[in-house]
Structure formats: C-alpha cells, structure tokens
C-alpha cells in the first residue's frame, strides 16, 4: 500500500482452545492470532475479565496462541517481589 501506520488498540477474537501443562507449568492455547507487540496483552473471557496474559504463538501455525493463567502472573509477580537485586543478578 505505500503507507506506514500503526493499529493501537486494536483486538482479535479467538477461542480458548484448550490447556496444557506439564509438571511446572500450565498454559493456555489460543485459537487466535498472535503477533508480535503482542505478548504481555491480556486474555479475556466472554465477560471481559482478564483470565491471562500472552506470552507468544506457535512458530508455523496460523492462528494459534499460548497464554499464561492469570493467577500463574500473580504469582510471579509476588516472588518477583521478594527479591534483592542481587538474587535477580546472580539468577541469570
């Protein structure tokens, strides 16, 4: 088309397809397209309450996306709190 822009904003339908998990971790598989930018985004149900967050989408699939269970992201985020600077350093 010639012209550069930017969609913000903007939001795709998909379905919750189904969960996996192994022994550490649960996820979401999407029936929606991912792109990227978009990793971080919430997932919503149907009432629009946020149920995860996503996290990426499959490498040769069209239309398929992982999420992570929104209780998972809490969480992180409580341990991610607990820690000192040099935890986090000497954890990479």
Known sequence: MGVSFVLENSVT???????????????????????????????????????????????????IGFGIPLNDVIIAIHSAESLTVAEVKTSK
């Open 13 to 63: 339908t998909g379905t919750l397809a189904s969960k996996l998990s192994d022994e550490s971790q649960e996820l979401y598989q999407l029936s929606a397209s991912v792109n990227k930018g978009n990793s971080g985004g919430p997932v919503f149900n149907s009432f629009g309450e946020v149920i995860g967050v996503v996290v990426g989408r499959a490498k040769d699939g069209e239309g």
